[in-house]
């Protein structure tokens, strides 16, 4: 799958953009592409798995941003694209069992259905014109 914007991904997500470029500026997602100033940042589908993990642990156990983003993260790398339910342990115990193959598929959708929502807009300063009379 193609990167996505900054925008796309939130939409996808249903997380106000302002949480995703925080989550992107503060904490390292596998997955992003960033370029020089003015350039949007790209988000590919390990990304993009990384946020949405990461908005499931804020907003269902109040697990907060740099945290979460670490677990998110540690859950990720060690998926295998066969599973239906991941198991990741943390080092206190504790066991999270996630569907992994059913957000996987509301991800791709809500992906569709936020790409075409979106229209690009251009960055950066406008090109220079020139009067040639």
Do not use: C
Not at 4 to 10: D, F, L, N
Not at 65 to 85: F, H, K, W
Not at 100 to 121: C, Q, T, Y
Request: charged fraction near 20%; glycine fraction near 6%; charge should be positive.
């Amino acid at each position: 799958m193609a990167p996505y914007s900054v925008r796309v991904v939130a939409i996808a997500l249903d997380a106000p953009f302002k949480w995703v470029d925080n989550a992107l500026s503060h904490h390292f997602v596998p997955g992003v592409t960033r370029s020089a100033r003015g350039v949007e940042r790209q988000v590919g589908e390990a990304g993009l798995l990384v946020l949405l993990l990461t908005r499931y642990l804020a907003m269902d156990l109040g697990v907060p941003l740099a945290l979460g983003t670490r677990i998110a993260t540690a859950m990720a790398s060690d998926l295998n694209g066969t599973e239906i339910i991941h198991r990741h342990s943390l080092p206190s115990g504790v066991v999270l069992e996630v569907p992994v193959a059913a957000i996987v598929r509301r991800m791709r959708n809500r992906l569709v259905d936020a790409s075409e929502a979106v229209a690009h807009i251009k960055r950066g300063r406008p090109p220079v014109r020139t009067n040639h009379e």
